[in-house]
C-alpha cells in the first residue's frame, strides 16, 4: 500500500500547556486533526466549567487563522471535586469529560486524588450523568517498581471501579501493557482505551540505547517488548475500543535534558505520520481508520468528521529541533526518516 485516503483523525489524548507554550504547540496538532481532547494538568489544574470555558477560549484565540480545529475540554478530579460541578459539566457541549490522577503520577498531578473512595460520590454523578471518567492508570506508591505500576493499579483500582460502578464509561488512557490490553477486552462497550504513537513504536530498551536518552522518557514509562506487541496488535485489531491518544506533551530542551528530566514525548508534529509507521510494522492497515477516525467518535457519541486526509508513502526526515519559547522542543524520532507524509 502506498496511498490511503480516510476520514479526518482526531487525537483523544493532548497536552497543550498555557500561555506562552500553547501557543507554540496547537498549530502542530490542528493541522492534522479535527478535534482533541485537552488534558487539564496545568498549574493551576482545570477543575470546575468556568475555567475549562477559559482555557478553551485561550486555545481557539492561538490557532492559526482559518484552522477549523475544535478543544474538547476535561476537569481535573481532586479530592475536593463537587458533585455539582460533574452535573453541570455533564449539559456542555465543549467538556466532555473528568481526568483522574492518582496524586503524584505525572506532570503536574501534585492535586491529584490521594485515594479513589475520596471521589465516589463524583464517580457516582459520572455514572448517572454518562459523563466519562478519562483514568491514568498507575499506582503510586515507591514500593511499586515503575514498569509494574500499571497491572498493578489494574488489579489494586481498576477492578474495584468497575464493579462499584459498573456503568460508569471508562477511558482507560495511554494503555502501555499486555494487561491493560487483556483488562480492556474482557469488559463490555463502557469501557474503551487510547493508545499513544511512541508506545506502539518503542519499547523501555529505547530509553538506554548508547546512554541515557530522556527525549524517550514519558509517564507512564515504556515497558518491555511483549506489551508493545501486544498493544499494536490491539491498535490494529477489530474491537473497536482502541483509539488514538497521542499523549503528546511538550517540554523545553533543558527541561528534558537535567538532573531531573521532565516526562513526555513530544509527538504532535507528525502524530498521524508515526501511526502509520506503527501500522506499516504491523503489515496491516484494514483498521487503520477505525483506530484513527472512528473508534473514539463511537466512545464519545460523537459525530465522525467530515473531511478526509490523505497519506502516502514519501520519505521525509524529521526535524532536530522545534521553536518553543525560553529555548527549543526536541520531536519524536527527531532527524530520523519517516515513510509516511500528508499528502
Not at 511499586?144 to 464509561?169: A, C, G, W, Y
Not at 501493557?177 to 477486552?185: G, W, Y
Not at 463511537?298 to 521553536?323: G, H, M
Request: net charge negative; hydrophobic share 40%; charged share 20%.
Amino acid at each position: 500500500m502506498n496511498k490511503l485516503t480516510i476520514i479526518k483523525p482526531d487525537d483523544w489524548h493532548l497536552h497543550l500547556r498555557d500561555s506562552p507554550y500553547l501557543a507554540a504547540v496547537v498549530g502542530d496538532t490542528a493541522k492534522q486533526f479535527g478535534r482533541a481532547i485537552v488534558m487539564p494538568n496545568l498549574k493551576p489544574p482545570i477543575t470546575n466549567c468556568e475555567e475549562a470555558e477559559s482555557y478553551r477560549q485561550r486555545i481557539l484565540s492561538d490557532l492559526p487563522v482559518g484552522s477549523q480545529f475544535q478543544p474538547l475540554m476535561t476537569l481535573y478530579l481532586t479530592n475536593n471535586t463537587r458533585v455539582e460541578d460533574i452535573a453541570l459539566a455533564s449539559l456542555s457541549h465543549n467538556i466532555l469529560g473528568a481526568k483522574l490522577y492518582p496524586a503524584g503520577a505525572t506532570t503536574n498531578s501534585d492535586a491529584g486524588v490521594t485515594h479513589i473512595q475520596k471521589i465516589y460520590p463524583v464517580l457516582e454523578a459520572m455514572q448517572k450523568h454518562q459523563f466519562p471518567l478519562l483514568i491514568h492508570g498507575e499506582a503510586t506508591d515507591n514500593k511499586v517498581d515503575i514498569f509494574d505500576r500499571e497491572k498493578h493499579f489494574i488489579d489494586s483500582t481498576m477492578q474495584q471501579i468497575r464493579n462499584d460502578f459498573p456503568e460508569l464509561r471508562i477511558i482507560f488512557e495511554h494503555i502501555t501493557t499486555r494487561e491493560a490490553v487483556d483488562f480492556v477486552l474482557a469488559q463490555d462497550d463502557d469501557v474503551a482505551a487510547t493508545i499513544t504513537p511512541h508506545h506502539l513504536l518503542i519499547n523501555r530498551n529505547a530509553m538506554f540505547e548508547g546512554g541515557i536518552r530522556p527525549h524517550h522518557y514519558c509517564l507512564p514509562i515504556a515497558k518491555r517488548e511483549e506489551h508493545r506487541v501486544a498493544l499494536l496488535n490491539a491498535a490494529t485489531g477489530h474491537s473497536g475500543r482502541f483509539f488514538a491518544g497521542t499523549d503528546s506533551a511538550p517540554h523545553s530542551q533543558t527541561a528534558k535534558e537535567s538532573a531531573c528530566g521532565c516526562a513526555g514525548i513530544y509527538s504532535a508534529f507528525c502524530a498521524i505520520e508515526l501511526y502509520a509507521e506503527a501500522f506499516e510494522l504491523a503489515g496491516d492497515f484494514s483498521h487503520f481508520e477505525a483506530f484513527m477516525s472512528l473508534n473514539g467518535p463511537k466512545f464519545y457519541r460523537l459525530p465522525v468528521n467530515t473531511l478526509q486526509i490523505t497519506i502516502e508513502k514519501s520519505e521525509w526526515q524529521v526535524p532536530q529541533t522545534l521553536d518553543y519559547p525560553g529555548g527549543l522542543l526536541i520531536p519524536f524520532k527527531a532527524g530520523e526518516t519517516l515513510q509516511w507524509s500528508i499528502v
